[in-house]
């Protein structure tokens, strides 16, 4: 089981939802830099379970702990380690798991791979929960990288089939994104927010769940970011998104419609613009034959619905080995995509970051 990931940035993720801790250690990270606790821990908030009607009721406040290298809160090691603490976990929630499967969560694989031993209360090293320490590296990194000028947001795409409006993907609005970002539902258009509460608020009532579209942008990536085939930036950014619970797809610009498109339609025309080569449209997302080509980034993640539903499901029982009906009981949000805006930007921050640390 791996928890680690970057090449020149190493990333470690430990611990798991119901433990008393959870963490991450950074390697490799910029001697001297001034972290921003009050950013930081704005950042984490936006992740954070309990904010708001349509998230988990679990109540978490994932204020970061840096228990080595980093002193008033300057980093003075190359390595650093940070820790959240778990306060309002409930395992007796989780009890009847340990035999009978939740559909559409790792319960049943988990247990073809490692058999009985593993703690997978709240789901273990599967849970969502692990997402904490994850945007804690990455708010450290999205920290480094503004100092360099690289701005990175995101916005709420689609919740359960509703979206947002239209945005030019060659000159995102990061000023309006930026705003948006601590909303309880970040999306650019009012009317849209409003028939997302009542898809929500539906949805919620009948017990069950909606997915949704997070869509990341980042601006002023450098050029030359990534190599060809199997090193390409995309293929660094899915490696991270699909380490992430719940994930289904991503697509990169305009990816998910492109097959729709004819080559005249989709094909990114170069301009020259105050002496800089661009390009007129950016529906490749930044991103073409695996390299940055100093258009802003931009992809969608494409999550499942929350699995945890309150509907009877069918499922049964591994020491029986016979049909059970189970009903799923504990908090769990309805939509958890509406928590994934931070997970995107770390996702992006901590890619470029490895990148530039070569």
Known sequence: MSQSFGKNLKV????????????????????????????LDSFMQRRAPGKSKFTTKRKEADKVIFISGVKENKIISKTICALIKNEDFKSKDYKNLND??????????????????????????????????????????????EEKNIKISSRIKNIGGIEDIKIDLA??????????????????????EEEIRKLLDEAEGEGDSL?????????NIPEGLGEPIFDSFEANISHLSFGIPGLRAISFGEGLSSFKMRGSAHNDQFEIKDGNIRTITNN??????????????????????TPSISISQKSFSIKEKKEKILQIKGRHDPCFCLRTTPIGESILALTVL?????
Do not use: W
Request: glycine residues 14%; negative net charge.
């Open 171 to 192: 000159n995102p609005p990061m000023v309006d994104l930026e705003k948006i970002s601590r909303k309880e539902i970040p999306v650019l258009d009012e009317k849209i």
């Open 100 to 145: 009978i499967p939740r559909p559409s969560h790792a319960d049943y694989t988990s247990f073809i791979k490692y058999g009985s031993e593993i703690d997978m209360n709240g789901g273990g090293p599967f849970s969502g929960r692990l997402t904490a320490p994850f945007c804690l590296a990455g708010g450290i990194a999205k920290q480094i990288l």
């Open 354 to 358: 490895d990148f530039l640390n070569e």
């Open 211 to 219: 997915g949704g579209i997070c869509q990341v942008f980042g601006e």
């Open 12 to 39: 470690t993720i430990f611990g798991s939802s119901h433990q008393e801790y959870m963490g991450v250690v950074m390697d490799n990270v910029k001697i001297g830099f001034e972290i921003d606790r009050q950013k």
């Open 284 to 305: 490749a997302g930044g991103v073409v034959g695996g390299i940055t080509n100093g258009m802003p980034v931009v992809f969608d993640l494409i999550f499942k619905p």
